[in-house]
């Protein structure tokens, strides 16, 4: 499994566009990458996947360059309720079998008023 | 919009007494997992379950820990002899046949307090 490190926290303003970015040097050619949120005293969620390039959901926006050794999750303009951890999973995708999701730290954001 | 249940919320056990935690997963998935959380930590994968076996486990799982499918619609987690470090958030997951098995879907977790 490819190793994954982001920022351990983060702040931002109501309404500003938020930004985390997570490094995977050492991501494979069948590996995706895959974000969830999790609020407190809640289990995870799925936020959005992608393997190259651009993915955008009505949640969010996934960038990925074409090296693929990073990748960008974009919330626009947050709110107080997108405070929450936010994980970055890098892992091949298999629709013939269940993964073990291979959760790190994460990124605690913080949005204030 | 159909979700994955769990029972009981909280349980609080004393020390070498066996729990069973449930979960009802999603009526149409057929992969179903178990992650436990201790608190201020990460999330940790236990067990992957698919036509009625394990298909995955960590180190975690060990023999004091088991999962059964009983009928159509509950998934268990059974601890026969529980320790204080088995104090933890409990997540069930499922996905459907087909999806992303990267996508899955979580239930809110059953807080085990082991006293």
């Known amino acids: 499994l490819a190793k994954t490190t982001q920022p351990i926290s983060m702040d931002s303003y109501e309404g500003q566009e938020v930004n985390i970015t997570c490094s995977h040097n050492n991501i494979a050619t069948n590996d995706y990458i895959t974000w969830y949120q999790q609020f407190p005293s809640q289990g995870p969620r799925f936020i959005i996947q992608?393997?190259?390039t651009k993915v955008t959901n009505e949640v969010a926006s996934l960038f990925i360059p074409a090296d693929r050794k990073s990748s960008t999750l974009s919330l626009p303009r947050v709110s107080l309720s997108d405070t929450a951890v936010y994980y970055c999973?890098?892992?091949?995708?298999?629709?013939?079998?269940?993964?073990?999701?291979?959760f790190g730290k994460g990124t605690s954001l913080l949005v204030t008023p | 919009e159909p979700e994955v249940t769990q029972t009981p919320s909280h349980q609080v056990t004393q020390m070498g007494q066996e729990v069973i935690l449930r979960c009802v997963p999603i009526s149409n998935h057929l992969y179903f997992y178990w992650y436990r959380q201790i608190l201020g930590q990460k999330v940790e994968f236990l067990v992957s379950?698919?036509?009625?076996?394990?298909?995955?486990k960590s180190e975690i799982f060990d023999d004091q820990f088991s999962v059964e499918r009983p009928d159509g619609s509950n998934f268990t987690l059974k601890i026969r002899s529980t320790k204080l470090e088995d104090s933890a958030m409990y997540f069930c997951?499922?996905?459907?046949?087909?999806?992303?098995?990267?996508?899955?879907?979580f239930g809110p977790g059953t807080r085990l307090t082991v006293t």
């Open positions: 997951a499922s996905t459907p046949a087909g999806g992303l098995s990267y996508e899955q879907y």
């Open positions: 379950f698919y036509n009625n076996e394990i298909s995955e």
């Open positions: 992608g393997y190259k």
């Open positions: 999973l890098v892992g091949r995708t298999n629709s013939n079998s269940g993964y073990a999701l291979n």
